[in-house]
């Protein structure tokens, strides 16, 4: 029998996870002079944004699939670019093929996406640029509280105060634009996108970003914003822009442990947090599964709010009305992931061929109209599967060609929707058929798609908790629900990165501005942290 380690290791802070958010925090800490530590319970860095060897000779990412909403000041202040940051853009953008045997393709260009939508309708065509400059207003006054400390409502000091004079001055700046920034916050997709246009293909295609990665349909309130936070990001400076990271996700994940590792910041992998361990109400370190602990008067979670409070802390250690607030957390999910080794691309009927084409570039949409997606949600909120799948895939092979061998492909499903609860069976027994199904839908738009198939890897929502630690395989560490956001996230009176335990904080998704790989919870944590040092606080 091999004995424990029972060896303790004092520093300045232990950031809890390598995600991409806790690579971020550490970075931020360690530039300021502290000693950092991060600990990842995996043997590779970035959590749910990272690039494995699924199958021989292909860079797959596991989860994360597409690059747009990560901070820019992040990729400057940290100079990304010199570790190996590299985004390549995604021209064009999105490919939906319909049962008819037609097609939209959008993300060309201007011109091009009207010439696309008149296919369908005239009207859409005129109406397509009002609706992208609707969101260009509405981003423009809500962009900036992505990097903001939100104000804490319980508190009411006079810094609390003054924050929420600053944001109102701010609204009522943008005082004629107020009306479509509470439709976005509140409303639902489908009001949205009715309001604009008319033709299903165009509303269905747009719709699939109010639902990925959420337990709603389209027409359910709060869908809006979620069709809003994945519009937020800019590649190279074009705001909306996705595009792939070279070698896959795990490239950004990459880049930042280099940078911190240049910094001074010490990563150790297939080092499981066990507990997180404190002393008279603060937090005194670390403790890991194989028995060492670290010692730090900073602790920064970068896991999930019920991972970190439920998981890692004994009950008695927080205030019972902050337990029953983190005990309400919505983590409601409905994403699966498969991941699949191509002989070839697929050849749609819409557009035929086997070489690499303009569709091939950007996301495959399979969902036809919006109620499509509708009848895909009613099945998933009685606790099925569903019988038609909504389909989001992409074929990062296509543009960046590191990724796959040659003459070979790499494609990323991602569908919606499987919920976490099943009502009858369990994941592990109907994963695989549930994948049979999906590839089945998107054969019956390329014939060829499954003869070309040569692996595949398939992760259900059980997979994605068990795996990486996402609390009911929410992979935005909670809905991003109105409830659930800015100074509601976590739980109200606990949104600006501390927590009740003294020197711990949650610098994950769980925190403000919440999911997608963005950086900003990361960033926002450490300013935070680092103000509290310099004050004497921690």
């Excluded at 530039?31 to 797959?60: D, H, M, N, Q, S």
């Excluded at 009207?114 to 809500?142: G, H, N, P, T, W």
């Excluded at 557009?351 to 997606?373: N, S």
């Excluded at 389909?391 to 499987?418: K, N, W």
């Amino acid at each position: 029998m091999i004995a424990r380690t029972t060896r303790t290791y004092r520093l300045d802070a232990v950031v809890i996870g390598a995600g991409h958010n806790g690579l971020v925090t550490a970075c931020y800490l360690a530039r300021a002079g502290l000693r950092v530590l991060v600990l990842e319970a995996r043997g590779v860095v970035g959590g749910a944004c990272v690039t494995e060897e699924v199958f021989p000779g292909y860079k797959v990412s596991v989860c994360a699939y597409v690059n747009s909403l990560f901070r820019p000041e992040i990729v400057e202040e940290l100079r990304l670019r010199q570790y190996g940051y590299q985004v390549l853009e995604r021209v064009p953008a999105s490919f939906t093929p319909t049962p008819d045997g037609r097609y939209l393709l959008l993300g060309s260009d201007e011109p091009s996406d009207r010439r696309e939508i008149a296919k369908f309708s005239a009207r859409d065509a005129e109406q397509y640029a009002k609706y992208e400059q609707m969101l260009l207003r509405v981003a423009d006054l809500i962009e900036p509280m992505l990097l903001k400390t939100p104000p804490n409502l319980v508190a009411r000091t006079w810094s609390d105060v003054w924050e929420f004079l600053r944001l109102g001055r701010r609204l009522l700046g943008h005082e004629r634009h107020l009306p479509d920034t509470v439709d976005i916050l509140t409303g639902s997709a489908t009001r949205i996108l009715d309001r604009y246009f008319e033709s299903e293909v165009l509303k269905a295609t747009l719709a699939t970003d109010a639902i990925i990665g959420a337990m709603a349909s389209p027409s359910s309130p709060g869908t809006a914003y979620v069709l809003f936070h994945h519009v937020m990001g800019e590649t190279n400076g074009r705001r909306g822009v996705w595009a792939y990271m070279r070698g896959g996700m795990g490239g950004l994940s990459e880049s930042l442990a280099a940078a911190a590792r240049d910094l001074g910041v010490e990563i150790r992998c297939q080092a499981r947090a066990s507990r997180i361990l404190t002393r008279g109400g603060a937090v005194s370190g670390v403790g890991l599964e194989s028995g060492e602990s670290f010692e730090a008067p900073i602790v920064a979670s970068c896991a999930d709010p019920n991972v970190t409070f439920r998981r890692l802390l004994a009950e008695d250690e927080l205030p019972e009305d902050f337990l029953r607030l983190v005990r309400k957390i919505n983590y409601d999910s409905a994403s699966l992931k498969i991941n699949l080794a191509l002989a070839e691309l697929p050849s749609f009927a819409a557009l035929p061929g086997t070489q690499p084409g303009p569709h091939h570039r950007g996301t495959i949409h399979i969902c036809p109209t919006m109620d499509y997606i509708e009848q895909a949600f009613d099945d998933a909120k009685h606790g099925q599967a569903s019988r038609e799948p909504v389909l989001e895939c992409t074929i990062p092979s296509v543009v960046d060609e590191t990724v796959a061998p040659p003459g070979r492909h790499l494609m990323s499903m991602f569908v919606q929707y499987a919920p976490y609860q099943l009502r009858e069976g369990h994941w592990d027994e109907q994963k695989e058929r549930f994948a049979d199904r999906c590839l089945d839908k998107l054969g019956e738009y390329a014939p060829n798609f499954r003869g070309a198939v040569i692996a595949r890897q398939v992760l259900s929502p059980l997979d994605l908790e068990r795996e990486f630690s996402l609390t009911g395989g929410n992979i935005f560490h909670g809905a991003m629900d109105l409830n659930q956001l800015f100074f509601l996230r976590p739980v109200l009176g606990w949104a600006r990165y501390r927590t009740p335990i003294r020197g711990l904080y949650l610098c994950g998704s769980g925190a403000h501005p919440g999911g997608g790989v963005m950086g900003a919870p990361g960033r926002n944590a450490a300013r935070e942290i680092l103000r509290d040092r310099a004050r004497g606080r921690v």
